[in-house]
């Protein structure tokens, strides 16, 4: 069989999905992009339109700029936070020769049968003014009136960082697994101390882990939903609810469409910029 041959079977065995996907995926965005360019009117619902008005009125509103930022801000936080808290697990996984292997990797899964909804609920009852965290606190001592914690920024994102965490954790064993452990003998051997071969050795070598879990942590950051719903309250907005009051409670699908598509513009930009910063760094 010729090579033009096997690349034309191939091509004929991915075809049908690929236009699956394709349709599934492309159809629906253009709809919504055709849906953002029309006019919202009170009582008409949605007037056809070419006009960019809608996005105009997104990028000139200082409350929505905020959304956005505060929405990236978050993002960014979130994958940080779940990169120093889960590059550690994910060494020790990769490393261990235990035989509780399987229920550790389990311990790190079973999180994600858990809907968001339901583990921001039990976040709910710790935060709360009389939850588990201030009543321990104040039982202790420590305090002598209940902490402010829920409705802050400060909850949603740890909050976020427990939904988020076993993506990158999953993201990094994988890939450190695959890393030879003699590198690191050798690194020692030379004389390295582990905080040099952490970032000289280990680091690069794991970068494909890494870029996956970051990007993967910072897109499910970025749409989070029930997180900062009902820890974050209904003052503090994020792109993500944002979109659904606008489709949902103010009916305005055209404003809703715009919202959509600029969270879906900054994820992939912002995801593609760090992307390429991080290969030109190690192609250095």
Partial sequence: MTRAARKAGAAGLIAP????????????????????LNRFVPGEFMVDALTVENYIRFFTDPFYTTVLWRTVRIAAIVTVICLVM?????????????????????????????????????????????????????????????????FTETAVII???????????????????????SVEEAAFNLGAPPRL????????????????????????????YATPVLIGGPRFQTMGPLVYGQFIEQNNWPFGATVAFVLMAATLVLTSLSNILVHRRLHR
């Fill in 17 to 36: 999905a690929t236009l699956v996907v394709a349709l599934g995926l492309l159809l629906p965005l253009g709809l919504l992009f055709r849906y953002s």
């Fill in 86 to 150: 889960g590059f550690p697990l994910a060494y020790v996984l990769a490393r261990t020769q235990s035989r509780f292997k399987n229920l550790l990797l389990m311990a790190v899964v079973l999180p994600l049968f858990v809907g968001n909804a339901v583990r921001a609920a039990g976040w709910m009852v710790a935060f709360g003014s009389r939850g588990v965290l201030n009543a321990s606190l104040m039982g202790l001592g420590v305090i002598s009136t209940p902490i402010d914690i829920m």
């Fill in 159 to 181: 909050g976020i960082t427990a939904v988020n965490l076993p993506f990158m954790v999953l993201s990094l064993q994988s890939v450190i697994e695959g890393i030879d452990r």
């Fill in 197 to 224: 071969m952490l970032w000289r050795v280990l680091l690069p070598l794991a970068m494909p882990g890494v870029l996956a879990g970051g990007i993967l942590t910072f897109i499910l950051g970025m749409n989070a």
